[in-house]
């Protein structure tokens, strides 16, 4: 049980959650939660592949904590974004915001 | 090629005179726009070192046996060799001293008669760049250079024709005057590259030379003669295209005195002068140009028997004595032509400069306004017209008459006495003209009218009073106009020593200047009678007491119609522009615009267009089917790699 394959199998219906909640929800809170996901199967790639293939080198931890500053950014760029949106469309649809139509 | 040394004064004496000129105008048109005095003062500065190289040049090489030729590479293409640099025999450093010399007294002229014109400056700057252009005409070794400075001095002639561009008449004929020694310049190059291509070098004396002991084919040099003729042609006025140069007349007169009169319409004689013994090599092209030059001899004059307009007669004539001199230079009178040249230059600039003086007190061109407001009041202007109206009809002891007597030579000694006849004709007609002028001023119908009140007092006073009035000014002009008189006074005496500087000197010694003699006597006595005989005519109709000043050519209205109109020559032109240029040429071009260019581009655009709509469709403007996209495309690139 405790082996590779299963921290990658979780990784990767972590992701793909991930993804089919990015495509998917129309909520643009949502988006962000999702992308989050993915952003955490891919950490935990990470952290499987340090601590099985190359205990001693802590690049994957270090990846990983980059991962996690990258999605704080991420988070607070989002946000704002988002915030700006509901300003301006009051609503937080992405369905709503489509005047870049052709 | 005789290269000289660098240490000899001559390289820096020619590079300084002819140089000049150019910075002046340089200097002009960037610094000193707003300061005329400056810029007469540079304009003028720059001619006086030119007039003095000229001096000092033909003081030093007038015993020169073989021409100074110098000359550095300047374009270099496989087996084409252009070069720059100056040729200076006899025949260019006659033609640098007059360019220089009636330059020089022209500009002094100009302080007096443009004083006081908003376009001060240009004028000068237009007036050094001409007389850069010219003289590096005159000293170009090879006819690429000639080319080169022909057409710089064309522009010269365009920019001082339309000086006064505010006025329409004087900007088309700029315009006229452009495009028509445009039309002789096509020939001209054409010819030129027929040579380059034939012969492949554009050195004047190795195309003269080779000319002259037949190594060149005489299909070459009849075909390129011809094209190169067209050159002549165009710049001198010549029988097809001559109407430009009566139109040239719309720019100030000092303008017209040198260069559509003295200089630079000679320019076409020059050329033909320049190769001589090329033409001469061809006796077909000589025949055409003699048809050429007589047919122009005796429209022109025609022409000037009905107009006017002061300066329109002068420059009727003027055409008149170019074809005169073509006449001259096609009959084989290598001498004859150039000498007449020469003379020409001094009487036509001091025609020029006098009828300036009448144009500039009486405000008018119409010479019978002139002489009824009192022309001949200005005691010193109508003698010195008179004495080149006098040099113009050929009579002793003015220049006109030695080198009339010369062309006359010539022509008689050509195997067809018909050129003699119209040279005679054309001298008849010319002394006609001439003092047809001089009549209506110096003896207007119903004497002169005199003007009330002050004007009367002023007139009583004659001319004492005007130079009283403008003084310096009138003064300005007058010397030159002096000085001009002076000269063709006296240059008609030198002949023998010039024609042994010209001919003696070693450039061409050709056959037929000697070919009267016996029938010298007989010749001079017609030609002077010819003239007397024009003279008398203009007197019995223009001069004499109660004479009613019309002409018997107003008794033929039709015939008056013609000459006045230039022989319809002005609508024929007109006419087949219309039909051919605009009706057939540009409307296939306005097609060829209107479909092919404006279509390709409404095309292009439209397929833009199209292309934008259709592919504007993928902006569905809904981020997560973007987002799809891209995840399914990152998904096929993960497939193609792991596969």
């Given at each position: 049980m405790n082996e590779l394959s299963t921290y990658l199998i979780v990784a990767a219906i972590l992701f793909s959650m991930g993804l089919l909640g990015l495509l998917q929800r129309r909520n643009l809170i949502g988006m962000l939660i999702s992308i989050e996901l993915m952003l955490n199967g891919a950490s935990l790639n990470f952290m499987a592949f340090n601590r099985f293939l190359a205990p001693e080198p802590a690049v994957g931890q270090i990846v990983t904590l980059f991962i996690m500053g990258l999605a704080a950014a991420e988070a607070a760029i989002g946000l704002s974004i988002i915030l700006a949106l509901f300003r301006r469309m009051h609503s937080i649809n992405v369905e709503r915001a489509q005047q870049l139509r052709g | 090629m005789a290269s000289i040394f660098l240490q000899d004064p001559i390289l820096p004496a020619v590079a300084l005179g002819t140089g000049l000129p150019f910075l002046a105008m340089a200097l002009i048109l960037i610094f000193t726009r707003h300061n005329p005095r400056l810029s007469s003062r540079i304009s003028i500065g720059a001619i006086s070192v030119a007039v003095v190289s000229a001096v000092y040049l033909l003081v030093k090489l007038h015993a020169a046996t073989a021409p100074i030729q110098y000359q550095t590479a300047w374009l270099l293409s496989d087996t084409l060799t252009v070069p720059f640099g100056y040729l200076l025999d006899p025949l260019s450093l006659t033609m640098l001293m007059i360019v220089a010399c009636i330059s020089f007294l022209v500009q002094i002229y100009s302080l007096g008669y443009m004083a006081g014109d908003p376009g001060f400056s240009r004028y000068y700057a237009f007036q050094s760049l001409f007389a850069w252009a010219m003289m590096n005409m005159v000293i170009a070794p090879s006819m690429l250079q000639l080319f080169i400075f022909w057409e710089l001095v064309g522009l010269a002639s365009y920019l001082l024709i339309g000086?006064?561009?505010?006025k329409w008449s004087a900007s088309q004929a700029g315009k006229k005057a452009f495009v028509m020694t445009r039309v002789g310049d096509v020939g001209f190059f054409l010819g030129i590259i027929l040579l380059t291509l034939g012969f492949g070098n554009l050195g004047i004396i190795d195309i003269n030379e080779a000319a002259r002991s037949g190594s060149m084919s005489s299909l070459l040099i009849t075909v390129s003669g011809l094209l190169i003729f067209c050159g002549v042609i165009g710049k001198s006025a010549q029988f097809p295209l001559l109407t430009w140069l009566p139109d040239a007349m719309e720019g100030p007169t000092p303008v017209s005195a040198l260069l559509h009169s003295a200089t630079m319409v000679a320019a076409g004689v020059y050329m033909f002068s320049r190769i001589f013994p090329f033409f001469a090599a061809s006796p077909d092209a000589m025949a055409f140009a003699l048809f050429i030059g007589t047919v122009t001899m005796l429209l022109a004059s025609t022409m000037a028997m009905v107009t006017y307009d002061l300066k329109q007669v002068w420059a009727y004539s003027t055409v008149s004595q170019l074809g005169f001199m073509v006449m001259a230079l096609a009959a084989g009178g290598y001498f004859a032509g150039v000498f007449h040249l020469t003379t020409h230059a001094g009487f036509k600039a001091l025609l020029f400069l006098c009828s300036g003086i009448f144009i500039h007190h009486y405000h008018t061109n119409d010479m019978r306004v002139i002489g009824k407001s009192g022309g001949r009041r200005l005691v010193i202007p109508i003698a010195c017209m008179t004495v080149g109206a006098l040099a113009l009809s050929g009579l002793f002891p003015f220049s006109g008459f030695f080198s009339k007597e010369a062309i006359l030579g010539v022509l008689a000694g050509h195997p067809n006495k018909i050129w003699l006849a119209a040279g005679l004709l054309g001298a008849l007609m010319t002394a006609y003209y001439s003092f047809r002028l001089i009549f209506f001023i110096l003896f207007p119908a119903g004497g002169i009218e005199e003007k009330a009140g002050h004007a009367h007092h002023e007139d009583i006073h004659g001319h004492e009073a005007h130079e009283g009035d403008h003084g310096f000014t009138f003064w300005l002009m007058v010397i030159p106009v002096m000085i001009l008189a002076g000269i063709t006074l006296v240059l008609g005496f030198f002949q023998s020593s010039f024609e042994h500087f010209l001919v003696g000197a070693g450039v061409d010694a050709h056959?037929?200047?000697?070919?009267h003699g016996a029938g010298h006597y007989v010749l001079l006595v017609a030609a002077v009678s010819m003239a007397l005989l024009g003279i008398l005519g203009a007197w019995i109709e223009f001069g004499r007491k109660g004479a009613a000043q019309q002409g018997f050519l107003s008794k033929f209205p039709r015939v008056w119609e013609l000459f006045a109109r230039r022989w319809f020559m002005d609508d024929f032109f007109r006419r087949s522009l219309d039909r051919f240029v605009y009706g057939g040429l540009t409307s296939i071009f306005t097609r060829n615009d209107r479909r092919v260019i404006d279509g390709g581009i409404d095309g292009l655009c439209f397929f833009t267009i199209a292309g934008g709509r259709l592919f504007s469709f993928l902006q569905s403007g809904m981020l997560q089917y973007n987002l799809l996209v891209m995840i399914g495309a990152v998904g096929v690139i993960i497939l193609y790699f792991l596969i």
């Open positions: - | 000086f006064y561009y505010e056959a037929g200047e000697g070919g």
